[in-house]
């Protein structure tokens, strides 16, 4: 079996959510590296860790066949979703406040989410919307303090594609075209990573 805990980071699909966030900072007008490193830790803890320790520890029957699950993983992703708020909310008042609404949103959907109470927030409108949409939106307002119309419609295109990639993932283990689903996962995979690497560097060099 595989170990538990690194069983819970769901990597590659939590990169695939750090590349995204990364791409919404490095293409704001202005970068702020500290807003960058405070972003991504508070999107660790929160939305990686916290909400898919809270996944696996509350949904033990779904994940014994794959892992052994620790007694302390749900009290675990509980605590590092706090951490990840109490980052936000420091990023909130230090930089600006109306962050704090996206920390809040983000707050209750890494609990929400995977305890699928209220129902509603178990679905592929809230999986897109939380994972892919707000974040989006939250890690480029953090930046640069304001939202435009292009990062808007950008926001909408991430939240379908996380989405689908959610629905790749299934096919990739249930579908007789699994191998077709597993090769366009890794084609979606690369090219976020691609995109969020090239624009930070990018950034980095003033290009």
């Known amino acids: 079996?595989?170990?538990?805990?690194?069983?819970?980071?769901?990597?590659p699909f939590s990169f695939i959510f750090l590349g995204w966030v990364t791409l919404?900072?490095?293409?704001?007008?202005?970068?702020?590296?500290?807003?960058?490193?405070f972003t991504m830790l508070s999107a660790f803890f929160g939305l990686v860790v916290g909400a898919h320790?809270?996944?696996?520890?509350?949904?033990?029957?779904?994940?014994?066949?794959?892992?052994?699950?620790?007694?302390?993983?749900?009290?675990?992703?509980?605590?590092?979703?706090?951490?990840?708020?109490?980052?936000?909310?420091?990023?909130s008042l230090r930089w600006n406040t109306a962050f704090?609404?996206?920390?809040?949103?983000?707050?209750?959907?890494a609990v929400a989410y995977p305890r699928e109470k209220p129902r509603i927030m178990h679905s592929y409108a809230s999986f897109g919307l939380a994972w892919g949409t707000i974040p989006f939106l939250g890690a480029y307002f953090i930046q640069a303090g304001?939202?435009?119309?292009?990062?808007?419609?950008?926001?909408?295109?991430?939240?379908?594609?996380?989405?689908?990639?959610?629905?790749?993932a299934i096919m990739?283990?249930?579908?007789?075209?699994?191998?077709?689903?597993?090769?366009?996962l890794r084609l979606y995979r690369y090219s976020v990573y691609a995109m969020a690497i090239l624009a930070l560097v990018g950034k980095g060099f003033g290009l």
């Open 1 to 11: 079996m595989q170990n538990p805990w690194v069983y819970g980071l769901r990597t």
């Open 24 to 37: 919404a900072q490095a293409i704001a007008p202005g970068f702020n590296a500290q807003i960058y490193i």
């Open 53 to 91: 320790y809270i996944d696996i520890g509350s949904s033990k029957e779904k994940f014994s066949t794959y892992i052994r699950i620790p007694a302390s993983m749900l009290t675990v992703g509980v605590a590092a979703v706090l951490v990840g708020v109490l980052l936000g909310l420091y990023m």
């Open 100 to 109: 704090l609404a996206f920390v809040v949103v983000e707050g209750i959907a």
């Open 146 to 168: 304001t939202i435009s119309l292009l990062v808007l419609g950008l926001s909408a295109f991430v939240g379908i594609s996380v989405v689908m990639m959610h629905h790749l």
């Open 172 to 184: 990739s283990r249930e579908s007789p075209a699994w191998k077709d689903a597993l090769y366009l």
